[in-house]
């Protein structure tokens, strides 16, 4: 793990976020930074897990689309207020179910058990996608981010050499190995 200290700047670097539409975000405001010296007293991690609008966003999206899936197949005979609201525990439990398979197969890891969840939801989405539900709206949105960010995901591949430099530019020597 990396650890940079007094540089400000260092929290919009590419490098400390998961998903490409977020790398891409960051990388644009990062140029737009770059050129400011700040030598203010921080010290931050450079983890792919470290950007809070990221994780809860996406955990946020994640979960309102499976709450959506789950009130249009399991309660699907219900009034749609109705199920949506006992969709929504329903929803929390099965959002852990991860967990609970990792602790299982404890040699899975994180990226089994996160593409593992995303190629379910992926699967869902293109299911409910053909069906004339009222969640078709919600299974077309979430796969329509998922392409997003995989368009984005090769603009980003593209543009790697330009990040891995800009980076390099901000952090310079302010780096340290934890």
């Not at 990062?30 to 010296?37: K, P, T």
């Not at 950007?51 to 749609?80: H, K, N, Q, R, Y």
């Not at 392409?147 to 020597?173: M, Y």
Request: proline share 4%; net charge positive; hydrophobic share 60%.
């Amino acid at each position: 793990m990396k650890i940079v200290r007094g540089r400000e700047n260092a929290r919009w670097l590419p490098s400390r976020h998961n998903f490409a539409l977020f790398r891409l975000a960051a990388y644009w405001k990062l140029r737009s930074l770059a050129r400011l010296r700040d030598d203010h007293p921080v010290i931050l991690v450079i983890d792919r897990h470290q950007s809070a609008i990221e994780t809860f966003s996406v955990s946020a999206w994640v979960f309102a689309t499976l709450t959506c899936f789950i009130a249009a197949t399991l309660f699907a005979s219900w009034p749609i207020p109705l199920a949506l609201v006992v969709a929504i525990p329903v929803a929390m439990v099965v959002v852990e179910l991860p967990l609970v398979v990792g602790l299982l197969f404890p040699r899975a890891g994180i990226r089994v058990q996160s593409f593992a969840m995303m190629s379910l939801l992926i699967g869902a989405a293109a299911w409910l996608a053909t069906k004339s539900s009222w969640a078709r709206f919600a299974a077309w949105q979430f796969l329509g981010v998922v392409a997003v960010n995989a368009i984005v995901a090769v603009v980003v591949f593209l543009l790697r050499d330009s990040i891995a430099q800009l980076e390099h530019e901000v952090i310079g020597g302010a780096v340290s190995e934890l």
